[in-house]
């Protein structure tokens, strides 16, 4: 007798579904903690939550929550063309960026074609890539980053895009602006790098991407930037992608009709506008960050230096230790299915978080 999941193609049967970090309400049920008591550093998310002028900007906006968005997101557009100086036509809004990546992939890919990213990348690219049934490519990496030499070398006639993530997530490494640039000039027209750049704003100023500056010279850009990391809205979902008018016509073509709800559109326009909270962002994660893997080097673990607001660390048997964590109420990520069974991955918290999960894990190492 067939069963209705037989009726899916083989492609989607065979995906395995994304894991999520888990939410403090699940761990609170699970293991009998109070809620107030867990710690999620599990998810890369603001621990500053949201920004003050993006917060009043949600409260105005729920007086009109009956009507539908604007499904241009015409404020929006306007405010990302005046910050970032692209146009109009070079935008593609998102229900996360997420949903760019997504995107992308409906719109250029297909069975018979091929993606190529890195081993250890963000697992989506993998997903939207065997969502529309085409094969995707993982090249090994080099000291947990992007082989560029081997990733152009695995392009084929049959490849259609690239995905990149600068700073890469789980492991937090970075590729060099000018070694990026070559591996793009380097590539025939008709493959598209999409660049996922979602945690750009946590990166120094002499590391800030440049890429933008080059949508003019390569038609086959497209940058992908989310406004769930430092700009604190991660509940929100809403990212945007930036590429030239010929690429973004043939995405928003694909794109649902009011993907991006109102909430998220208004609270998105306040937040490019309060520079001064995502300074404030900046400089606590810089500092957390350097708790944290000062922390991790008097317990005398590895850990990958980090360019993200996140570091991931190698520990002995890690999903032990996963659990250990989550009975004393602390929240990880374990990045097994990133083939790095040997590590976890800890987001940069409060002063007061990243000590207690340090005091957590000492006591554990310890044990």
């Known amino acids: 007798m067939t069963r209705m999941c037989d009726l899916a193609p083989p492609y989607i049967r065979s995906i395995a579904p994304y894991q999520p970090g888990k939410p403090i309400s699940d761990l609170a ?6 809620p107030e008591n867990i710690i999620k550093l599990a998810s890369n998310e603001n621990p500053l939550g949201v920004g003050p002028k993006a917060q009043m900007a949600m409260e105005e906006a ?8 604007d499904g241009n997101s015409f404020a929006l557009r306007d405010a990302v063309c005046s910050k970032f100086g692209v146009k109009p036509d070079q ?8 949903d760019i990546l997504e995107l992308a992939a409906r719109a250029f890919l297909h069975a018979g074609t091929e993606a190529v990213y890195s081993q250890h990348a963000f697992a989506v690219y993998a997903l939207v890539t ?8 993982a090249v090994p990496a080099v000291n947990f980053g992007h082989d560029l030499t081997a990733m152009r070398a ?22 060099g602006k000018q070694a990026l640039h070559d591996f793009i000039a380097s ?19 002499e590391h800030k991407s440049e890429a933008i500056n080059w949508l003019g010279e390569f038609e086959n850009l497209i940058i992908s930037r989310t406004f769930s990391k430092a700009y604190g809205l991660a509940g929100l979902r809403i990212g945007f992608g930036m590429a030239s008018p010929d690429v973004a016509d043939m995405m928003n073509r694909v794109r649902q009709p009011f993907n991006v709800n109102s909430i998220a ?8 506008d309060d520079e001064e909270f995502v300074l404030r962002s900046f400089a606590l994660n810089q500092a957390g960050m350097a708790q944290i893997t000062q922390g991790l080097h008097a317990l005398g673990l590895e850990y990958i230096p980090s360019h993200g607001n996140f570091v991931s660390f190698k520990i002995a048997e890690a999903g032990k230790v996963y659990q250990q964590l989550l009975q004393q109420g602390v929240i990880l990520r374990p990045i097994a299915a990133y083939e790095m069974p040997d590590y976890l991955r800890v987001s940069i918290g409060l002063f007061d978080e990243n000590a207690r999960f340090l005091q957590v894990l000492e006591s554990i190492c310890r044990g």
């Open 130 to 137: 065997q969502a529309v049934g085409a094969k995707g490519v």
């Open 265 to 272: 559109q208004a609270a998105a326009v306040a937040a490019l």
């Open 187 to 205: 590539l025939p027209r008709e493959v598209l790098v999409v660049l996922d750049e979602a945690y750009d704003e946590y990166l120094a100023l």
């Open 62 to 69: 729920l007086h009109d929550i009956a009507r539908y968005p």
């Open 29 to 34: 049920r699970e293991m009998g903690l109070q």
């Open 91 to 98: 935008l593609v809004f998102g229900n996360g960026s997420n």
């Open 154 to 175: 695995a392009v084929t006639p049959r490849t259609r895009i690239v995905f990149i993530a600068n700073p890469n997530n789980p492991t937090g490494t970075l590729l």
